[in-house]
């Protein structure tokens, strides 16, 4: 038998072998020519061809066949011209993977073999597929559909992870506005608490909680700024109330000593000692500290999930008042 020899006159890869663009159907328009080792066109008449995709230029090991089919063509002066799909009978027993999934790398190389001749069957023995294979380039609009194909794989995992983006290429204006919610915050926003109502705390040996100083806290791992904040005064200043946020100590000894502790759950995190000492008695009991409620802060690490912040009393003092004051919590 002769030797063919193919010319690729044009090899059109549409835009439907992205599995994303549904609208497109998943085809591959192919024209050739068949001529014999001489040059020559192969007789007109109607063959049957067998077109194999494979990952490499030459090798014929089975891992390397990616994709194949069998089709009936009509050849005229040597050229022909074939719609590729799914719809042709298997290449290869056994090999039915989908056309659309054969583009999954970038070097595919297209062989062809001649099954029928209009003289009639070629017989197994002498089928020889015809050599160099193709390789396959994109169309231009095949560009357009790769980077359709990203921006799905992004749609469809909803989120946009750390190995996506550059670094630095995310902008302040471009983050989400922090959200103020009140006793329960979720990611990202912050957590106040209601204010204090200066309510005065009798202290013994053991801790005392403050009044409505705690909030809860949804982390993804990333630390947690927590701190005392004064409440907007919502008294005229010169009357009987005048909104000073204040942490008091109330003692009738000659010292006092008041330790606020800051709870992360069952967890101790901080310790904030208040203490006042006089020289004399002479001042006349009860003696009272003032102390600003921005003396108590810290930076957390806490675990992934949901958290819950709180502050409690303890020391040697007739009692401790803390007014107009918020316990603030929220990731950094």
Known sequence: MKRHQ??????????????????????LNYQGRLTDEAGQPLASGGYRLAFRLWAEATSTA???????????????????NVILSDTGQPAEAGLNAELPGAFAAPSRFLGLTILRTPSGIVPAAQRKEIMPRQQLLSAPFAFASARAATAEAISTNATVQTLNLAAGVVTLPKLASRQIRTNLADVGDIAFSQPSDGTRLALSSSEVAITNLSVTLVTTGRPVLVF????????????????????????????????????RDT??????QLSWGVGSPGFGPPFVI????????????????????????????????IANVRLVAFEL
């Open 290 to 321: 003032g102390v600003p409620p921005s003396c108590v802060q810290l930076i957390d690490s806490p675990p992934q999930g949901t958290n819950r912040y709180s502050i409690t009393a303890s020391g040697v003092s007739l009692g401790v008042s």
């Open 62 to 80: 089975s891992g390397n066949l990616v994709w194949g089919r069998e089709f009936e063509v009509t050849v005229v002066g040597g050229a022909f």
């Open 267 to 272: 967890t101790l995190v901080s310790r904030n």
């Open 6 to 27: 193919i010319l690729l006159l044009n090899c059109l890869l549409l835009a439907g072998l992205v599995r994303a663009a549904d609208a497109v159907p998943p085809l």
């Open 228 to 263: 005392l904040s004064s409440v907007e005064p919502t008294a005229p200043l010169d009357g009987p109330d005048s909104g000073v946020s204040y942490l008091g100590v109330l003692n009738e000894a000659f010292n006092a000593s008041v330790t606020l502790n800051v709870y």
